[in-house]
Every structure is written in C-alpha cells, then in structure tokens.
Nanobody, 128 residues
Framework: QVQLVESGGGLVQPGGSLRLSCVAS????????IAWFRQAPGKEREGVSA????????YYANSVKGRFTISRDNAKNMVYLQMNSLKPEDTAVYYC?????????????????????WGQGTQVTVSS
C-alpha cells in the first residue's frame, strides 16, 4: 500500500522559512516523480513544484520561483520543499504527490491528473 506523509508545516511570519518533508512508503522511490501542490481556502489546487524520478528535472510555478527549492533523497524515501521569503499568499494546505517516472513530463508537472498517489497534506500559514 502506497503512503505519502507530509510534515513540516506550521505558522511563520512573512519573510520566514519552512522546510516541508514528504516520506513515501510502499513504492520504489527512485521510480517516481514527486510534486508539491497547495490549496488555499476557496481556491483551486495549484502545482507548486515537482522533481523527476531520474535526471533531476525540476518544475516551479512562477509564483514560487527563486523562493522555493525542491530536492529528494531516494535513500531515505524523502522529498523536501524548502520555502524561503514566505508571503501571506503562500498560506495553504500543501500536499505531496507521486507519479510513475515513465509517465511524467515537465509540461504536465503542474497538473494534478498526472499523479497517482497523494498525501493528506500539511498546513502552512504565513501571518504576522
């Protein structure tokens, strides 16, 4: 049974940083592309960042470029999202998702239909 579990969310002031973690079980980590999505109240789910299974190709939404960094440690079955210079508009529930690497393409990285498995989410609140 595949399971993705996010952690690291919380309350942070504008300009602050958080690092989200996603641990995967029940799958061969290095065969899967992993993405981070977020959903704010009343808004559609948005693809924030993604990393390929093999060559390290990364996707970032324009809204987070230069502030967020995605990375992975296959030996630990972990994917991370380092979030710096956080803004109130980054407030959302953040989800990690997994897609088989052979069916992942950079031009569909932000589409939730690309991904087969989802975590339960972790809340990030940016507020003073």
């Amino acid at each position: 049974q595949v399971q993705l579990v996010e952690s690291g969310g919380g309350l942070v002031q504008p300009g602050g940083s958080l690092r989200l973690s996603c641990v995967a079980s029940g799958l061969t980590m290095d065969a899967y592309a992993i993405a981070w999505f977020r959903q704010a109240p009343g808004k559609e789910r948005e693809g924030v960042s993604a990393i390929s299974s093999s060559d390290g190709t990364k996707y970032y939404a324009n809204s987070v470029k230069g502030r967020f960094t995605i990375s992975r440690d296959n030996a630990k079955n972990m994917v991370y999202l380092q979030m710096n210079s956080l803004k109130p508009e980054d407030t959302a529930v953040y989800y990690c998702a997994a897609a088989l690497g052979s069916s992942w393409y950079i031009w569909t990285a932000s589409k939730d239909r690309t991904y087969d498995y989802w975590g339960q989410g972790t809340q990030v609140t940016v507020s003073s």
